[in-house]
């Protein structure tokens, strides 16, 4: 039962960096990412972010897609 992930989701896509952060994995300056989901179930989708960060935290994020 349920479903085994989402097709797309910008919220969690948004919170990705502070996790990333509060790994102590997150490096100064502005990094672009990809992040795909949906493929195992046949919905793929792109979320493109853009995350700026100085002194290891998350100051800026924006999503689209």
């Known amino acids: ?11 969690a896509a948004a919170g990705l960096p502070g996790q990333i952060a509060l790994a102590g994995a997150l490096k100064d300056g502005t990094d672009r ?4 989901q949906g493929f195992e ?3 793929p989708s792109r979320i493109h972010a ?3 960060a ?10 689209g897609g």
């Not at 990412?33 to 795909?36: G, K, N």
């Open 41 to 43: 179930m046949d919905r």
């Open 1 to 11: 039962a349920g479903i085994p992930e989402d097709p797309a989701t910008g919220g």
């Open 54 to 63: 100085h002194g290891g935290a998350v100051k800026s994020v924006r999503i």
């Open 50 to 52: 853009t995350v700026e």
């Open 33 to 36: 990412w990809v992040i795909e």
